[in-house]
């Protein structure tokens, strides 16, 4: 199993930048998709996951109404649309396929985990 996580780079505050997930060697629909991100010094923190069927999406309350989750099953790809970046989003953004509905945030409960990309939020 492949989480291939991409997209990240240098964005000016206020800037965008859309992460992609690819997934390889797993049925895809059949995992929920969660976003964590880790920033220099800190514990890993969730972002946002995707439900598998259909699709229920949650929100750490950091990153409600500037972030958005998706996923096309098709293409066995999950997607995070960051918007309105500040610099505190500035970290290490990966992509794991697992957790539940009840739990989403719980780090522990993602099976498959990706390399992680970096976002850097500065001018």
């Known amino acids: 199993v492949q989480l291939q996580a991409s997209g990240g780079g240098l964005v000016q505050p206020g800037g965008s930048l859309r992460l992609s997930c690819a997934a390889s060697?797993?049925?895809?629909?059949?995992?929920?998709i969660g976003w964590f991100r880790q920033a220099p010094g800190q514990e890993r923190e969730f972002v946002a996951r995707v439900g598998r069927g259909r699709g229920v999406k949650f929100y750490a309350d950091s990153v409600k109404g500037r972030f958005t989750v998706s996923r096309d099953n098709a293409k066995s790809t999950a997607y995070l649309q960051l918007s309105s970046l500040i610099s505190e989003d500035t970290a290490v953004y990966f992509c794991a396929a697992g957790g539940n509905f009840w739990s989403p945030a719980q780090v522990h409960e993602y099976v498959y985990w990706g390399q992680g990309t970096l976002v850097t939020v500065s001018s």
């Open positions: 060697g797993l049925t895809f629909s059949d995992y929920g």
